[in-house]
């Protein structure tokens, strides 16, 4: 059974500093990223795109693994706020891995010549979307509020196999795509550090966005769920 | 208990698509129709190239994959026998190992009959007969865990039969990539190529299996 009882978390009250941690983050990992590191040797500045391009990649990820965290929680628990957390974190996925594909073709449009090329980080990246949005849209079919739940945790325990798929894609197959430069296991990474240091800046201003947007956004869903329940009794 | 459970939901499989073949028809033809249909697109000449061809048959067995599980599930929602099956000690996990195991049966079959006919059709000289048919096998094998566990999750929505795809297509494309690369290794005589899709086509079935194993039975209501 669903508790109807919303409750005000820490999370939830740490809301406003989140907002501004976010903000103050990523004007410093803006500066970092167009004025501070320099430009690339080959790419010129085109290269500033990646560092937003690379956070926004890695936080799809996390919040991919939110989902299948969360929907594991949720079937073991069978407690809401994890099905609540599981839809905030998709939404917020969705959004990140749909940024990362337009940031892409950006920036493949000056590196590669195209917008688009049929190379396999790319296209798994696009799978990834495809999946995660048909995740959304398998919820938005389903009214009744476990099922939906339930349902959604399954699948968003069958999705997270696509992320090391994306991950690893470029190491397993001839890709256009660059190598993994900073996750190398056993390795350094590639980059100079200037350019490590605001990759890195930028995606603990992602990191604190994407809090922020967590916490608002499972505020709304837990307000949703008690309205749908005190709608059904 | 459970073993006999699930050899009784095979059984009950096997024997509902005996009296009632519908599922069996609808996908052979289905198979049929949307070879013609996709080699007249892409023309004749493009259609019989190794890759181009397996392209094409492992596209259309994945929707017959669709469509015979989403009929079987029809089936038991019809009368609402799927309740009675549920509500058994040990129903949820023989339901889908039962149905995952007769369909991977009635599904090869499927593969067996629109694989003979694209040969056929397209007029190819396979040079690994024997390699072609452990890649059929380990295909349908990789295929048939993942049809079954997103019309379980699809089960009793409004607009499934749009879902089911959606869902399952994407999370099928290594699979479908796996499947067409073996079987063009093996029409086009690469025997270490089509081994080694076949494993991977293997590793995909275990892994998925084991997976639905472990999560489809919470998602049966």
Known sequence: MISTTAKTTSAL?????????SLVALFVALWMALVWSPPDAAMGNVVRILYVHVANAWLAYLAFVVVFLASVAYLWT???????????????GVLFTGLTLVLGAIWARPTWGVWWSWEPRVITTAVMFA???????????????????????????????????????????NALHQLPSVLRPGLDPT????MLAS???????????????????????????VRILEERA | MTLHRIRLMAAREARAERGQPDGLVAAVTFVATLILV????????????????????WIAMVFAA??????????????????????????????????ALALTALIALVALVGGALSLLLLSLDVLLAGHLALVLVAGVLAQVPVVVLFV???????????????????????QLVAATNGTAAAISGDAAGALGWAGLLVAFALVYSVLGLTIVPAALE
């Open chain 1, 13 to 21: 009250r740490a809301r406003p500093f989140l907002g501004a941690a």
């Open chain 1, 191 to 194: 980059l100079d550090p200037s």
């Open chain 2, 66 to 99: 669709i469509l015979a599980t989403t009929r079987s599930f029809e089936r038991e929602l019809e009368d609402d026998a799927i309740d009675a099956v549920l509500a058994l000690p040990g129903g949820r996990d023989a339901l889908y190992v039962g149905k």
């Open chain 2, 152 to 174: 379980v999750i699809a089960l009793r929505l409004r607009s499934r039969a749009a879902l089911v795809p959606i869902l399952a297509l994407p999370v099928l494309v290594p």
């Open chain 1, 78 to 92: 069978k407690r809401p706020v994890f099905d609540a957390i599981a839809v905030a974190s998709a939404e917020i």
């Open chain 1, 131 to 173: 999946m995660y949005i048909g995740y959304l849209l398998l919820r938005n079919l389903s009214d009744d509020l476990e099922r939906r739940a339930t349902r959604a945790a399954v699948l968003g325990i069958v999705l997270v196999v696509d992320v090391p798929i994306v991950h690893l894609s470029v190491t397993w197959m």
């Open chain 1, 199 to 225: 990759l890195i800046a930028m995606t603990i201003a992602f990191s604190f966005l994407y809090a922020y947007l967590m916490t608002a956004r499972v505020d709304i869903e837990r307000r949703r769920q």
């Open chain 2, 38 to 57: 996709e080699s007249l697109a892409v023309g004749p000449l493009a259609a019989t190239q190794p890759e181009v061809a397996s392209a094409l048959f």
